[in-house]
């Protein structure tokens, strides 16, 4: 049974307890993106321990504050991307604000109690060739309640080579991206602002 800190309280307590609960949490999140992870590697075929070692070496807590916006129609809390990693661990608290894009339109994904929404990043849709998607989002705000989120993002290495596995690549299929160090994809993701098509372009392999 793991404690899931209210990530709005953070800024109020002591920095060594802040240290604390952001340190317990990442690990225990770690754990549990790489049991996902492991299942995911299962589920595709790829033999336990794939998604281990460099390409999940890395990993970042980002907690969001979204203070209440008087008039949200002007403005997004997060504009519309894909995450850039290999997965990522949401922790929504218990406002609303995401949204996923599916078939052509936004819909909201509320916030269950004590629940994660778990993303999967562009690295693992690059790897599985296109059989895992990594899903378009965005948050909203709302003028009456502030939102507080934490994301944890699990990543490669920065030199870590990303491609498509040979195994997941069908007898009727090309690669759809080449070789590239995990870096890379970060400069041009930040150079393209996240837009899901641009930053996926210059790594994209045209049959
Ligand atoms: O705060 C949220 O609901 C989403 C945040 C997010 O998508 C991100 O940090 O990548
Ligand atoms: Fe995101």
């Known amino acids: 049974m793991v404690f899931i800190p209210h990530f709005s309280y953070l800024h109020s307590i002591s920095y060594n307890l802040c240290r604390e609960i952001v340190a317990t949490y990442s690990i225990e999140a770690k754990k ?36 209440p916006c008087p008039d949200p129609s002007l403005t997004l809390g997060v504009s519309r991307h894909c995450d850039p990693n290999l997965l990522t661990i949401l922790h929504q608290g218990d406002a609303y604000g995401l949204q996923v ?4 339109e ?3 994904v509320e916030p269950l109690h004590n629940a994660f929404v778990v993303n999967i990043g562009h690295q693992l849709q690059i790897i599985s060739n296109n059989k895992l998607k990594s899903a378009e989002h965005r948050a909203v705000t709302n003028s009456r309640v ?16 990303i491609e498509p596995d040979k195994s997941l690549i069908d007898t009727n299929e090309s690669p759809a991206y080449r070789p590239f160090q995990f870096k890379e994809f970060l400069l041009n993701y930040s150079s393209s ?15």
């Open 32 to 67: 549990l993106g790489l049991r996902i992870l492991e299942l995911l590697s299962e589920g595709l075929g790829l033999g336990s321990g794939f998604f281990g070692d460099k390409l999940s070496e890395s990993s970042l807590l980002s907690v969001n504050h979204y203070p």
């Open 101 to 104: 894009f599916k078939d052509g």
């Open 106 to 108: 936004w819909i909201g």
């Open 146 to 161: 502030a939102r507080t989120t934490a994301a944890f993002f699990i990543n490669p290495s920065d030199d870590c080579v």
């Open 193 to 207: 602002m996240g837009n899901p098509e641009k930053c996926l372009e210059p790594f994209e392999l045209h049959a």
